[in-house]
């Protein structure tokens, strides 16, 4: 047969949700009564949601039929051997320790090998990760490549670790790194994949210094199609290969199924180090639940199950990126500054070259999507200073694609939307906090018009 362009997507649709259109009018109105905070809004008044990719995918017609076989036995569940069987087979770590969700797994961890005077490195920490991390009195510390932090550098593997700076950091504080994370692909820092090559580097210099590496795996297998598709010598390689290989260079990962497990909720802790997973599991009982079934029921681990198996089709993976890549390459041609190349999951436009009269500390990524949703009802979600205060080194609003949810015509919609807010983006207008909590402020704070 001959080869076509086109790429689809790879399935039909079996089940619709309606999508409500609201006016202008009526938006601004729903806006300002969640205090110009996107996260507080009502879903039924957004129209295109791209708040985020976690746990918002549509499931398979197999994943609602393994959520009928779900076995809700409180203990030694067929559902969970299916899980972790599942778990195994593309990650292969001695223990794994099911939890609700992926912060759940890191709230475990670093309880267990946190606390003050250490510091964790990662390329790039995502919000949980980081306030996991800072909870236990911990330091984090983002070394990402130097690309990594350019959004508009075309570079293959933008998400890799700065193999020289983990180096200076354990030759001068080796006894204060409990652990070592990398986060694949890297989301805080573009949804960028992290190449093979420069996790073996990593590896190696755990090896070194005698750490343990553990990845943040919410995307493993977007990391692993970049791979295949643009790193030497990957090109033939199935998918799931690459996965192993990616997970045999460490000791361990946190992960969050609402992403590459194609689930609505669930999330695990693995790791190789028997004492480690004992003091993991005493911690999970306390809080998740019995090491059987953690924070899930027997359903959900089954849809995990499910879509572990599907997450790694190539069918899916081509059109997953290519979609995305879609919607990046349309506003990216429109003149829109973004993060370049696209991310696996996202697209994140670039606040501070597109509002360059906001300074960060006016909030220029809250403005943007503030004007997103007034604009046409688009909700993406702000990923800078509102999120990381001070450690924000760019000021992105990212637009992230659920899985398997919308199509071309909502993507269409989107890039119509986002060109006409960046035709008048010298209008819009910074913003100041009004009430903001302790910590993860961004899900709670309240803002008003500077
Ligand atoms: C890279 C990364 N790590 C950790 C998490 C936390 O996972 P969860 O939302 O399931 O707690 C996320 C969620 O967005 C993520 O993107």
Redesign the pocket.
């Known amino acids: 047969m001959a080869e076509f362009t086109t790429i689809i997507e790879p399935f039909r649709i079996h089940s619709v949700e309606p999508i409500r259109i609201t006016t202008r009018e009526e938006r601004d109105a729903a806006l300002a009564a969640a205090g110009l905070n996107l996260f507080s809004l009502r879903s039924e008044d957004v129209l295109i949601d791209l708040l985020?990719d976690?746990?918002t995918g549509a499931m398979s017609s197999e994943q609602w039929a393994g959520i009928q076989r779900g076995d809700e036995s409180y203990a030694g569940s067929p559902s969970w051997f299916r899980f972790r069987d599942a778990v195994v087979e593309l990650f292969g770590f001695a223990h794994v320790i099911p939890t609700h969700?992926?912060?759940?797994a890191?709230k475990i961890l670093f309880s267990v090998v946190g606390g003050p005077g250490k510091v964790i490195p990662n390329n790039t920490h995502?919000d949980?990760?980081r306030a996991n991390v800072e909870f236990t009195g911990a330091e984090a510390l983002d070394i990402p490549v130097a690309e990594g932090r350019v959004p508009s550098s075309e570079h293959p593997f933008k998400g890799n670790m700065d193999v020289d700076a983990l180096r200076a950091l354990l030759a001068e504080r080796a006894d204060d790194v409990p652990v070592v994370m990398v986060?694949v692909t890297n989301?805080?820092g573009g949804g960028q994949p992290v190449s093979l090559e420069n996790l073996r580097a990593v590896r190696a210099v755990c090896d070194e210094f005698g750490k343990p590496l553990f990845l943040?795996g919410?995307?493993f297998a977007e990391n692993a199609w970049f791979v295949r598709e643009r790193e030497a010598g990957q090109a033939d390689r199935p998918i799931p290969d690459i996965v192993r290989e990616m997970a045999a260079l460490a000791d361990g990962m946190?992960m969050?199924a609402?992403?590459d497990g194609l689930a609505n909720i669930g999330?695990w802790l693995a790791c190789n180090d028997d004492a480690l997973a004992e003091q993991a599991r005493n911690l999970l009982i306390l809080t998740e639940g019995f090491p059987t079934y953690g924070g899930l029921a027997g359903r959900d681990l089954e849809a995990i199950a499910q879509g572990l198996a599907e997450v790694v089709d190539e069918d899916y993976l081509r059109y997953r990126i290519r979609s995305t890549a879609y919607l990046g390459d349309a506003l990216h041609a429109a003149g829109v500054p973004l993060v370049r190349p696209s991310g696996g999951h996202a697209v994140y436009l670039d606040a501070r070259a597109l509002l360059p009269h906001i300074p960060p500390e006016q909030l220029p990524g809250q403005a943007l999507a503030c004007a997103l949703y007034v604009e046409g009802g688009i909700r993406g979600c702000e990923i800078g200073t509102v999120m990381f205060g001070e450690h924000a080194a760019m000021d992105l609003v990212r637009l992230a694609i659920p899985r398997r949810t919308y199509t071309q015509s909502h993507i269409d919609y989107v890039i119509e939307v986002v060109t006409a807010v960046a035709a008048r983006a010298s209008e819009l207008r910074g913003l100041r906090i009004v009430t903001a909590p302790p910590a993860l402020r961004h899900f709670t704070a309240t803002f008003a018009p500077l």
């Open positions: 985020t976690s746990g969700q992926g912060r759940a890191e995502f949980t990760t986060t989301n805080s943040d919410c995307r946190t969050s609402k992403k999330g």
